[in-house]
């Protein structure tokens, strides 16, 4: 069975600019989610979709952030105007969906260095 | 309020038992993780203990809850230079009928001959 998948795996930007990053989930997972792992940090998270719903965007920056899912497969997070301070790790993840054992199941990651 | 703490660093010889400890703060978490992070790669699920069970077992891992304390630990057995990594202990409370991660900073586990 496939994985989640994320591209790219690496991304360096200067501040001010725009990066986008794209996620592919478990066939059959109908819970996406996107964290950002800080170096020396868990994973904090930003969004949570439910299909093509967002359940919980409370973490989000939306001033600068935004993620979409559409067809409630496939996501894409993206990053305008990026600050310094948004260099991290950005994981995603996928369940079930169901409400009791509901497993997430990582990517492997986007690094973003942001000069 | 949600927070789950764990100490940072442990370095252990090979062939020893590792214990990291990890404490959580939510009492609505149905469920507590582990998960595990080797270099540049994503969270692998380790295992994951129900709130209503003292202990898990599972080959050289074992998990200890105490839901009073608020205190979970992971043991692994026989410890192998491929089980060092960083570890990540998760809570998961209830968040609008939908549960969420709340992860540790994790503890970096050093194994050394």
């Known amino acids: 069975e496939a994985g989640v998948a994320q591209s790219p795996r690496y991304k360096i930007i200067e501040k001010r600019q725009s990066v986008a990053f794209w996620c592919n989930p478990i066939?059959?997972?109908?819970?996406l989610y996107w964290y950002q792992q800080i170096l020396g940090q868990g994973p904090k998270l930003l969004i949570q979709?439910?299909?093509?719903?967002?359940?919980?965007d409370s973490q989000l920056p939306k001033d600068r952030f935004s993620a979409e899912r559409l067809k409630g497969v496939d996501s894409t997070l993206k990053i305008q105007p990026a600050k310094l301070e948004d260099s991290a790790v950005y994981l995603c993840a996928s369940s079930l969906g169901q409400l009791d054992t509901d497993t997430q199941y990582f990517g492997p990651g986007t690094r973003l260095t942001v000069l | 309020g949600e927070d789950v703490e764990q100490s940072l660093f442990l370095s252990v010889r090979e062939g020893d038992s590792s214990v990291i400890n990890c404490t959580y703060t939510?009492?609505?978490?149905?469920?507590l993780y582990w998960y595990k992070q080797e270099p540049g790669a994503g969270l692998q699920l380790l295992t994951y203990?129900?709130?209503?069970?003292d202990m898990k077992q599972d080959q050289r891992l074992t998990v200890l809850l105490n839901k009073k304390d608020k205190h979970l630990s992971l043991r692994i057995a026989d410890t192998q230079t491929g089980d060092s990594a960083i570890y990540f202990c998760a809570e998961s409370p209830l968040s609008g009928g939908y549960n969420k991660l709340i992860f540790g900073a994790g503890t970096r586990l050093a194994v050394h001959p």
């Open positions: 066939s059959g997972h109908a819970t």
């Open positions: 203990i129900f709130s209503n069970m």
């Open positions: 939510d009492s609505s978490s149905t469920y």
């Open positions: 979709f439910q299909n093509n719903g967002v359940v919980d």
